[in-house]
């Protein structure tokens, strides 16, 4: 059984910053690409970064030049530093992963961290 355990949300005025970590535990042979999501209310769950285990990344137009994804492999932990924050970013963040164990490759989620950027 894997599990993403996500941590580092929280309430920041608008134009901080925030540095969101994803780890994944239990046993599994490997983590493929690895990626963050955010819901906002009333809308649906929409991509924000993901990287791959060799580094490459993606970003959502939206927040490109203020958001940074990266990856520890040596920790399975995926990280997101969020500068400049609006009150549009304000949503529920979620930590994806695509998991590689004995039986089977399999795309799992964290349980969501709130991220709040008052005006």
């Known amino acids: 059984q894997v599990r993403l355990v996500e941590s580092g949300g929280g309430l920041v005025q608008t134009g901080g910053s925030l540095r969101l970590s994803c780890a994944a535990a239990?046993?599994?042979?490997?983590?493929?690409?690895m990626g963050w999501y955010r819901q906002a209310p009333g809308k649906q769950r929409a991509l924000v970064a993901t990287?791959?285990?060799?580094?490459?990344?993606n970003y959502a137009d939206s927040v490109k030049g203020r958001f940074t994804i990266s990856r520890d492999n040596s920790k399975n932990t995926v990280y997101l530093q969020m500068n400049s924050l609006k009150p549009e970013d304000t949503a529920v963040y979620y930590c994806?992963?695509?998991?590689?164990?004995?039986?089977?490759?399999?795309?799992?989620w964290g349980q969501g961290t709130q991220v709040t950027v008052s005006s």
């Open positions: 239990g046993t599994f042979i490997s983590i493929n690409a």
């Open positions: 990287i791959t285990s060799g580094g490459s990344t």
């Open positions: 994806n992963a695509g998991v590689l164990s004995t039986l089977e490759f399999s795309y799992y």
